[in-house]
């Protein structure tokens, strides 16, 4: 009988994983899959997605398949299970051919507990045999957002995934993304036939994550002065072409930095050697396009810098998610010029016009997120329809807040012209309707006849449609981007209408000043500790020795925490969140010597200052 039976989720997690406790919705999710449903899962990056299915797969018998978009990123996370000890393989065409044998071997005979493959592999006939094969666990597709053609990173090989529903009916099937507005969910759950009371949503909010905007003048610059706080913190600087990854590049090296630059114009073998040597933190500094970075797993990043505008908030949140994924703080910083909004709107002109006006509106969701005057967190989780409970006091805009005024009113004329329509008017047809345009399209449709019908003739069309970002930002408003861009009201949007909470506004000539410099960004997140530091170089020398990254030996985190507690035994050790005991055994001793080794020192230096103090206040008297 598979002994994984025989073991609790709890045990699950503190062995292999080394945590006595699960993170939000994780034990829900567990027992649902183990009830054999199917489940659609929203968590951010460092949520703890991968737990969902990894735990299941643990204590339930057979072989769980995960369907993962890149080589890199199943390689990634295949290391860090196997270095927890857990029975873990991948199938792609990075193998040869008896080594793709070797893993369909142990596959059959019940050795593998999670095996990883590509959804283009699903095409391949020999795949679903082999699959039928199996006794089989449950289903993972990963970057489950890749399936819509909603979404901003479509993957049309994602649409084979309903082969899984109709071979495999009775396995579950979990669908698991960090970035998924409403309307993309939607898909997903059509698309994978996964009931729509089976979603499990996490909050998107990453508190350990700070947020910036800055102005795009002497980018280079503010980088250098943004990085002379962070020595030895490894980081991304991501570019929207490959010319500026190797310019900024080779102005970092020049400086003496560990810097280097990945794009797609590079050939597979270069790519693999950069991308190998930033996460063992050969190399300290990655300048990237966005062809970098889906397929890393590297949790002790503890910097994203966009040196460029990213094409939408999607995209944007995947990119600054791939920091602080080990939950200690993280700085993300970007900069943001028109010349970056221009460029992005010539890349679109040669789409279909459907794609062309849908990823138009996502930029320039975008381009206000850049522009805002509001809690920049407040936008990233109201775009994911997530209504935020205040101000995170960790963004630019919260550390210098702007000027506003009481603008319940004008919001109140918005929505409530959003109400009298049923909910089925853009943006345009908003502000027409209270600027009192009576327009075929308005006449025809009889909106020249709804109480609103001209009542904000006052505010001109540009203030008006400020008014109503800054709305969307906050959260006092939704968009549905499959039907026709149609403004949506939620529960915020109800209080104000019933006078139940004020809406604070910022003035459009208020948005005008100039955005602030990098200079006022402070420096922090690794403690200046020296008993971290000694533990970080010590994991950083097990790592080289065993040919692995550092972080899968321990996260930042973990180290942070060793630091803090400073156990004397392996008990203590094993008390140390993220210490399991596959971990324990394998490097448990060798960090216990060198934490009493620290403390030792720092004992005698602290008894050899007390030895010396009365003789330097000798030689004050003395004086």
């Given at each position: 009988?598979?002994?994984?039976?025989?073991?609790?989720?709890?045990?699950?997690?503190?062995?292999?994983f080394?945590?006595?406790?699960?993170?939000?919705?994780?034990s829900?999710?567990?027992?649902?899959?183990?009830a054999?449903?199917?489940?659609?899962?929203?968590?951010?990056?460092g949520?703890?997605?991968?737990?969902?299915?990894?735990?299941?797969?643990?204590?339930?018998e057979?072989?769980a398949?995960?369907?993962s978009?890149?080589?890199?990123?199943?390689?990634?996370?295949?290391?860090?299970?196997?270095?927890?000890?857990?029975?873990a393989?991948?199938?792609?065409?990075?193998?040869?051919?008896?080594?793709s044998?070797?893993?369909?071997?142990q596959c059959?005979?019940g050795n593998?507990?999670?095996?990883?493959?590509?959804?283009?592999?699903?095409?391949?006939?020999s795949?679903?045999?082999?699959l039928?094969?199996?006794?089989?666990?449950l289903?993972?597709?990963?970057?489950?957002h890749?399936?819509s053609?909603?979404?901003?990173?479509?993957?049309?090989?994602?649409?084979?995934?309903?082969?899984l529903?109709?071979?495999?009916?009775?396995?579950?099937?979990?669908?698991l993304t960090?970035?998924?507005?409403?309307?993309?969910?939607?898909?997903?759950?059509?698309?994978?036939?996964?009931?729509?009371?089976?979603?499990?949503?996490?909050?998107?909010?990453?508190?350990?994550?700070?947020?910036?905007?800055?102005?795009?003048?002497?980018?280079?610059?503010?980088?250098?002065?943004?990085?002379?706080?962070?020595?030895?913190?490894?980081?991304?600087?991501?570019?929207?072409?490959?010319?500026?990854t190797?310019n900024?590049?080779?102005?970092l090296?020049?400086?003496?930095?560990?810097?280097?630059?990945?794009?797609?114009?590079?050939?597979?073998?270069?790519?693999?050697?950069?991308?190998?040597?930033?996460?063992?933190?050969?190399?300290?500094?990655?300048?990237a396009?966005i062809?970098?970075?889906?397929?890393?797993?590297?949790?002790?990043?503890?910097?994203?810098?966009?040196?460029?505008?990213?094409?939408?908030?999607?995209s944007?949140y995947?990119?600054i998610?791939?920091?602080?994924?080990?939950?200690?703080?993280?700085?993300?910083?970007?900069?943001?010029?028109?010349a970056?909004?221009?460029?992005?709107?010539?890349?679109l002109?040669?789409?279909?016009q459907e794609?062309?006006?849908?990823?138009?509106?996502?930029?320039?969701?975008?381009?206000?997120?850049a522009?805002?005057?509001?809690?920049?967190?407040?936008?990233?989780?109201?775009?994911?329809?997530?209504?935020?409970?205040?101000?995170?006091?960790?963004?630019?805009?919260c550390?210098?807040?702007?000027?506003?005024?009481?603008?319940?009113?004008?919001?109140?004329?918005?929505?409530?012209?959003?109400?009298?329509?049923?909910?089925?008017i853009?943006?345009?047809?908003?502000?027409?309707?209270?600027?009192?345009?009576?327009?075929?399209?308005i006449?025809?449709?009889?909106?020249?006849?709804i109480?609103?019908?001209?009542?904000?003739?006052?505010?001109?069309?540009g203030?008006w449609?400020?008014y109503?970002?800054?709305?969307?930002?906050?959260?006092?408003?939704?968009?549905?981007?499959?039907?026709?861009?149609?403004?949506?009201?939620?529960?915020?949007?109800?209080k104000?209408?019933k006078?139940?909470?004020?809406?604070?506004?910022?003035?459009?000539?208020?948005?005008?000043?100039?955005?602030?410099?990098?200079?006022?960004?402070?420096?922090?997140?690794?403690?200046?500790d020296?008993?971290?530091?000694?533990?970080?170089v010590l994991?950083?020398?097990i790592?080289?020795?065993?040919?692995?990254?550092?972080?899968?030996?321990?996260?930042?985190?973990?180290?942070?925490?060793?630091?803090?507690?400073?156990?004397?035994d392996?008990?203590?050790?094993?008390?140390?969140?993220?210490?399991?005991?596959?971990?324990?055994n394998?490097?448990?001793?060798?960090?216990?010597?060198?934490?009493?080794?620290?403390?030792q020192?720092?004992?005698?230096?602290a008894?050899?200052?007390?030895?010396?103090?009365p003789?330097?206040?000798?030689?004050?008297?003395?004086?």
């Amino acid at each position: 009988m598979d002994v994984s039976r025989m073991m609790t989720k709890q045990d699950a997690l503190k062995k292999y994983f080394g945590y006595d406790t699960f993170y939000p919705l994780q034990s829900e999710i567990i027992d649902h899959v183990r009830a054999g449903k199917d489940a659609l899962v929203l968590m951010p990056t460092g949520g703890g997605k991968s737990v969902c299915f990894q735990i299941p797969a643990l204590i339930t018998e057979g072989t769980a398949i995960v369907i993962s978009p890149l080589i890199a990123l199943m390689k990634d996370q295949v290391d860090s299970l196997t270095a927890n000890g857990i029975a873990a393989a991948f199938l792609n065409s990075s193998l040869s051919d008896s080594e793709s044998a070797e893993i369909i071997g142990q596959c059959l005979k019940g050795n593998i507990k999670l095996l990883y493959i590509s959804p283009e592999r699903l095409a391949v006939a020999s795949t679903i045999s082999f699959l039928q094969k199996l006794r089989l666990s449950l289903f993972a597709v990963d970057e489950a957002h890749c399936i819509s053609s909603w979404g901003h990173d479509f993957r049309p090989d994602y649409l084979r995934l309903n082969v899984l529903r109709k071979k495999f009916p009775d396995v579950p099937l979990l669908a698991l993304t960090a970035t998924a507005d409403r309307v993309i969910r939607r898909d997903i759950l059509r698309q994978l036939a996964i009931p729509e009371e089976h979603q499990f949503i996490a909050s998107f909010d990453r508190p350990n994550l700070s947020l910036a905007v800055y102005s795009g003048q002497k980018r280079l610059d503010q980088i250098l002065r943004f990085l002379a706080k962070r020595k030895n913190q490894p980081g991304i600087i991501y570019c929207l072409s490959r010319r500026t990854t190797e310019n900024v590049a080779a102005r970092l090296q020049g400086r003496g930095y560990r810097a280097a630059f990945y794009h797609a114009g590079m050939d597979n073998d270069g790519r693999s050697i950069i991308q190998d040597a930033f996460i063992r933190d050969k190399i300290q500094i990655i300048c990237a396009t966005i062809a970098f970075g889906l397929g890393i797993d590297k949790s002790n990043i503890r910097w994203i810098v966009h040196y460029s505008l990213p094409k939408n908030i999607e995209s944007y949140y995947q990119e600054i998610g791939r920091a602080g994924r080990d939950g200690a703080p993280a700085d993300t910083v970007l900069f943001y010029s028109y010349a970056d909004v221009k460029t992005h709107y010539e890349m679109l002109k040669d789409l279909p016009q459907e794609r062309q006006d849908l990823l138009s509106a996502k930029l320039d969701r975008m381009k206000r997120y850049a522009e805002a005057d509001v809690c920049r967190r407040r936008i990233l989780l109201s775009y994911f329809n997530e209504q935020p409970q205040g101000d995170c006091g960790n963004c630019d805009v919260c550390r210098n807040p702007p000027k506003k005024f009481n603008g319940t009113i004008i919001a109140q004329k918005a929505l409530s012209a959003v109400a009298r329509t049923s909910e089925k008017i853009n943006m345009t047809t908003l502000i027409n309707i209270l600027r009192g345009s009576a327009n075929p399209f308005i006449r025809e449709n009889g909106y020249d006849r709804i109480k609103t019908f001209g009542v904000g003739r006052d505010i001109r069309y540009g203030e008006w449609a400020e008014y109503i970002f800054q709305m969307l930002n906050s959260g006092f408003v939704d968009i549905a981007y499959d039907e026709g861009y149609a403004l949506k009201l939620n529960d915020l949007s109800r209080k104000i209408l019933k006078a139940e909470m004020d809406v604070l506004l910022t003035k459009p000539l208020e948005l005008e000043k100039k955005l602030e410099t990098i200079a006022a960004l402070p420096g922090k997140q690794t403690p200046a500790d020296g008993l971290f530091e000694r533990l970080r170089v010590l994991r950083k020398t097990i790592a080289d020795e065993n040919n692995a990254p550092a972080y899968v030996v321990f996260s930042d985190r973990t180290l942070l925490a060793m630091a803090d507690a400073r156990p004397q035994d392996e008990i203590e050790m094993l008390g140390v969140s993220g210490v399991g005991e596959h971990k324990m055994n394998q490097y448990g001793k060798i960090f216990l010597e060198e934490i009493r080794r620290y403390t030792q020192e720092e004992a005698r230096g602290a008894s050899k200052s007390r030895i010396q103090m009365p003789s330097t206040k000798h030689e004050g008297k003395e004086k």
